[in-house]
Nanobody
Framework: QVQLVESGGGLVQAGDSLTLSCAASGRTFSSYGLGWFRQAPGKEREFVVGLTWNGDTPYYADSVKGRFTIPRDNAKNTVYLQMNSLKSEDTAVYYC?????????????????WGPGTQVTVSS
């Protein structure tokens, strides 16, 4: 069973940067599709960025393209979400997710394992 744990959330100001971490135990990332999602109060869970198993081609939501990146460290079984130029609309609980497929997808229900989430609050 895969377990995912996010960390690194917090309260920042608009324009700041923040890096979230997602550590996996029980499995490695090498053959699984990965994704970061977020959910703001009263809204549906939203795809942020995904990564295929080989890490070559991240896929970003338009709302974060050019501001967020998804570096990973397979040796540490950790994937990161580097967030730059944060905006108030980025405020949400951020989740990492893994699916038993080499490929990523924007569809939340396609993911098999989820972390508990970490809160990111951006003040304007």
């Amino acid at each position: 069973q895969v377990q995912l744990v996010e960390s690194g959330g917090g309260l920042v100001q608009a324009g700041d940067s923040l890096t979230l971490s997602c550590a996996a135990s029980g499995r490695t990332f090498s053959s699984y599709g990965l994704g970061w999602f977020r959910q703001a109060p009263g809204k549906e869970r939203e795809f942020v960025v995904g990564l295929t198993w080989n890490g070559d081609t991240p896929y970003y939501a338009d709302s974060v393209k050019g501001r967020f990146t998804i570096p990973r460290d397979n040796a540490k079984n950790t994937v990161y979400l580097q967030m730059n130029s944060l905006k108030s609309e980025d405020t949400a609980v951020y989740y990492c997710a893994m699916r038993r497929s080499p490929y990523t997808t924007t569809i939340a229900r396609a993911y098999d394992n989820w972390g508990p989430g970490t809160q990111v609050t951006v003040s304007s």
